[in-house]
């Protein structure tokens, strides 16, 4: 049996309990969406379809640099994945160019 956690009974604790709720759920859908841009990119760069990575690799970046302004993850997480991304898309490139 699942219970709900203690929550105080006065407004303002009521108010905060539910914001953080909120933001929890929208932060989870945040994260998720940024987990399936990050799993597209890799799936492109593993097919060896130098288009649909490029394609993805773009939303992906886009979807990282928007989750840096929400708070969602630092700016240095998303640099480093965006960099790695890049970088496994160029090596596809410059393998698909010999």
């Not at 630092?74 to 965006?82: I, L, M």
Request: overall charge positive; glycine content about 4%; proline content about 1%.
């Amino acid at each position: 049996m699942v219970t709900a956690p203690a929550v105080a009974n006065h407004a303002s604790a009521l108010k905060r309990h539910r914001q953080i709720v909120k933001r929890t759920k929208r932060n989870q859908a945040l994260r998720t969406r940024l987990r399936h841009f990050v799993r597209a990119v890799r799936e492109a760069v593993g097919t060896r379809d130098v288009a649909a990575a490029e394609d993805t690799l773009r939303r992906a970046t886009r979807a990282l640099d928007k989750a840096v302004t929400k708070g969602l993850i630092h700016r240095n997480n998303a640099a480093r994945r965006v960099s790695r991304l890049a970088r496994a898309v160029g090596t596809l490139k410059a393998g698909a160019s010999r």
